[in-house]
Every structure is written in C-alpha cells, then in structure tokens.
C-alpha cells in the first residue's frame, strides 16, 4: 500500500494524497494551489498519476484548496465516485461555481493582454469552467458522519465531523482485513468554537496524515477574540473609518456575521451598517440554514425556531458588483465583510484599493494569510502593495486575529492526536509551511514519542513496508535547524 503527497505537502494550499490500495486508488482531497504566480502555476501541471485510474476522491470539505481542482481531475479521465458529507457536496456546488466564474473572467483578462502583447505563445484558457464544474457535480454521492461505509471488498471509509467548517471531516480508511486504518485530518478545528460541533476524533489509527497550519504558534481563545473584535470595531467607528474584512466565504463570514449580530443586540454596534458582500457568502449562508445537523445546539434551536442566526437589524447582504461599487461612495463609518479571505481575488481587492490609504480605516484578517498572498504582505507590514497593477500605500490599520481561525493551534493539535498516541506507527504533517510542520514534529516527538515525518511534493511512501523509516531519517537531518528554532520558541512540549 503506497501513499503520495500530491499537494500541500510544506505548504498549506493543494490538498492532495494519493493512496494505492489493493482494492484500487483512492485519493483524499484535490485542491487548488493558491498564492504566488508559482504557486498558482502548479494548478495546471499534468501529475504524476493517471485520474482515469483513481476510482474514489474522498473529500473532507469545501475549501478551495481542498476541492478546488476536481473540475480539472474530472475533465483529465476522473470516472469515480466523490465522496464528501451532504453538507461539502452542497457548499462545493457553490465553491465550485464561484471558482469557475472567477476562472473564466481570469481567462479574460488574461486573453486581452496576450492579444495586445503580440500573442506570444498559446491564447490562455480558463483552468476550468461552469460545464467542467457540472460534470464534476454529477459524480458525488453523500455519506452521514460517523457510518462505515464500505466502498469495496477490504476496503471501508468513515467521515468524522472535523469541526473546521459546515459539513467538514476527518476520514478514517480501513483497508484489508484485519484493517490498516489510515487517517487523513482534514483541516481540524477545536472544541468550544460557536456555531459548528466539536471535532469527533478518531479513536484509533496505524497511520496518520495531518494538518499543522498552526503547529509553531498558539493563538487567543475565541473568547479573547470576540473581545478584540469589540475592540477594533469600536476604534474604528470612533476614528469614523471604514472596517474591510477578507473572509473566506465559508465559515468565518458566518462566525464574524453571528458575532457582529450579538454586538448589534447589545448596543455596541450602534447604527454602524454591515455589509456581507459577497455573492458566494450569501448563497453558502443559504446553505448554512439547510444543514442544521451540523450545528451546535445553540444554533439549531435559533433555525429550527425560524430565526436567522447570521442577520440582524443593519446588515445587508450585496449580491451584484453594481451594489458592491455603491460602497465606494458611502460615508464611512461602516463594515464589509468581503471575498477572499487571503484577499487573492474578489471584491475585497476592490474595497483595497480604495481604502489602504486612509488612515482612519482599518483591515481586520481573521484567517490564516498563506505566503505570497496580498493578506500575507499586509499582516507582515508591508508599506506598498500593488492592486490590479496599482501601487497603493498601507495606511490604513492592518489588524489580524487568530482566535476566529478555523484551524486547531499547536496545543489543540497535540489535542487531538492524543486518543490515538498509543496505535499510530508514523503521522505525517502536511498542511503547513515548513517552519509550522517542523515545529509540531518536534512536539509530537517529545510529547507522544512517536515518529513522524514532514514530507515533500510527489514523495511517495510504502506503508506496508515501512520504507518511511529511512526517509525519515534524511528528512530529520535536513530539518535539524528548523527544529532548533522551534525548541527554542516552545522550550519543551
Ligand atoms: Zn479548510
């Protein structure tokens, strides 16, 4: 049985494994690369592997850097199943329209520069477009959490609530019998947030396959967050400024929106307007109300009592770029919660554009801002950024806040590994740039004494034969360094 790391592999976009078991490929995740142009520029690399070979994609959930690229893995000979829970299948119609619609007006852009650059090369093509998202769509089929389901002969699979968005999971492969049961994380989020449930972790496992986007760092409660959230709002209304923030449309919109409506209720809000706009967010919103099995009590009784959890008194939900341009013109104060959360596309680029050089507003990023991306830049201090070509000078307060991330920090992860400590014969960390991965294979090695490995792009290891021993070996020389300085920021786990 051998596993490959096709993505998201020392970096956190691309999401991508490749399992061969003797029952057929099975593939977990297949996500767009996301970022620098580099970056970017691995979306339209053919892979190392046939998809006309690949007879299951388990999905764990909607992001784009976990689905984004189906569309182009369906066009390229995919005939399997997609597996994912009833609520990924129905926010991926979503994340994949969007993608697509964003994906052809690239193209378009791109098109009129090759035509007046003396089209040099061939003319560029969307990666993907609403048809390809259509065909992919056909393919899935939906499974309940927590269910074996046995895909063929020696071969099982069971999603677990993952607790990182609406309908997202951590999926356990059992193959062979007695079963080797592998399982792949997914992005993990933690007990105690709002609005979603408690992650459900595995209760045991031979292999592992893990995220680390957070595993050097660990960030504020959700508690000290909501209070900081007060705290810039407030600041920012005082100073009569706009608040601009990026936000993934799934998940996090939905969290800042609850809050922001908690704020409204109690006053602190006063009139300031809130605008979600996005027409992704509003229409995964939408979806958010259809999945109450995915919520925590709280939140189910509000939707099953006929109450809108994510809209309140002042907020207005903008669906077309006319509504969206009217913000331009508006008298601040007011808030826009706007696509995408790394601010790599969308109209929140838009919404910079016209407000990075006004002192009195304010960026709040409440995800986590992946290298290369414009978030990253402004949450690293830049003092100039370009938008669309356009120079713009960072004025406006840049504010970041981790307590609303979606993803488990470094403790939480040790967290969750801890049920399975006593079975696992190797983790492998994915999902991380190095510094984060390294940092949490120190920690698991000196807390659970376990061996664990930070693998490369297209790495391939043998899980029945353990070949990863000595790869492990190599790996662990060459992040010696890395691991130094971790140590020296955690002292010992
Ligand atoms: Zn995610």
């Not at 040790?414 to 949490?440: D, I, S, Y």
């Not at 698991?444 to 490369?456: A, E, F, G, Q, T």
Request: charged share 25%; net charge positive.
């Amino acid at each position: 049985m051998r596993l490959t790391f096709l993505g998201a592999a020392r970096q956190v976009t691309g999401s991508c494994y490749l399992l061969e078991t003797s029952a057929g490929q099975v593939m977990v995740d297949c996500g767009m690369f996301q970022g620098s142009m580099h970056m970017r520029m691995q979306n339209r690399v053919d892979r190392c592997f046939d998809p006309a070979q690949v007879r299951w994609l388990l999905l764990t959930h909607s992001h784009l850097d976990h689905c984004g690229l189906i569309p182009r893995l369906v066009d390229s000979g995919f005939k399997g199943q997609i597996v994912c829970t009833s609520a990924t299948a129905d926010m991926c119609e979503v994340v994949l329209n969007d993608s697509a619609h964003l994906q052809v007006e690239d193209a378009k852009f791109d098109l009129r520069r090759w035509k007046k650059s003396g089209r040099v090369g061939p003319p560029p093509e969307p990666l993907y477009n609403h048809e390809d998202v259509a065909a992919a769509l056909r393919l899935f089929r939906t499974v309940p959490y927590d269910r074996m389901v046995r895909l063929a002969k020696g071969l099982q699979v069971r999603f677990r609530d993952a607790g990182h968005i609406l309908g997202s999971a951590t999926i356990e492969l059992h193959v062979g019998n007695p079963p080797t049961v592998i399982v792949f994380s997914g992005d993990i989020g933690y007990p105690g947030r709002p609005i979603l449930k408690d992650p459900v972790i595995p209760e045991r496992a031979d292999f592992v396959v893990m995220e680390s986007t957070y595993g050097d760092r660990e960030h504020e409660t959700v508690g000290e967050a909501v209070e900081q959230l007060k705290r810039i709002v407030v600041q920012t209304s005082k100073a009569g400024g706009a608040l601009l923030i990026p936000t993934f449309a799934t998940g996090r919109a939905q969290e800042i929106l609850y809050e922001l409506g908690h704020m409204r209720r109690s006053g602190l809000l006063g009139d300031i307007p809130v605008f979600l706009d996005s027409p992704m967010a509003i229409e995964a919103t939408a979806v958010v109300r259809r999945h109450p099995e995915c919520f925590d009590v709280q939140i189910r009784r509000l939707i099953e009592s006929g109450k809108m959890p994510f809209r309140f008194r002042g907020v207005r939900f903008l669906r077309t770029p006319r509504q969206s341009q009217v913000l331009n013109d508006l008298a601040t104060p007011f808030i826009v919660l706007a696509g995408s959360g790394m601010c790599t596309g969308g109209r929140i680029r838009h919404h910079l554009l016209h407000h990075l050089q006004r002192r009195q507003d304010a960026v709040l990023l409440v995800g986590f801002q992946a290298a290369g991306t414009l978030g990253r830049l402004l949450k690293d201090g830049a003092k100039q950024v370009y938008i669309f070509g356009q120079p713009r000078e960072v004025k406006a307060r840049i504010e970041a806040l981790d307590g609303f991330s979606a993803h488990a920090d470094r403790n939480q992860l040790l967290e969750w590994l801890r049920p399975m400590r006593n079975t696992v014969r190797r983790v492998f960390l994915t999902h991380g740039e190095p510094q984060a991965c390294v940092a949490l294979a120190a920690a698991i090695r000196r807390r659970y004494k376990l061996p664990v490995m930070v693998p490369d792009m297209n790495d391939t290891v043998d899980l029945t034969q353990e070949q990863a021993m000595t790869r492990l070996a190599r790996i662990r020389g060459r992040d010696a360094a890395l691991e130094a300085a971790a140590a020296s920021n955690f002292g010992t786990a």
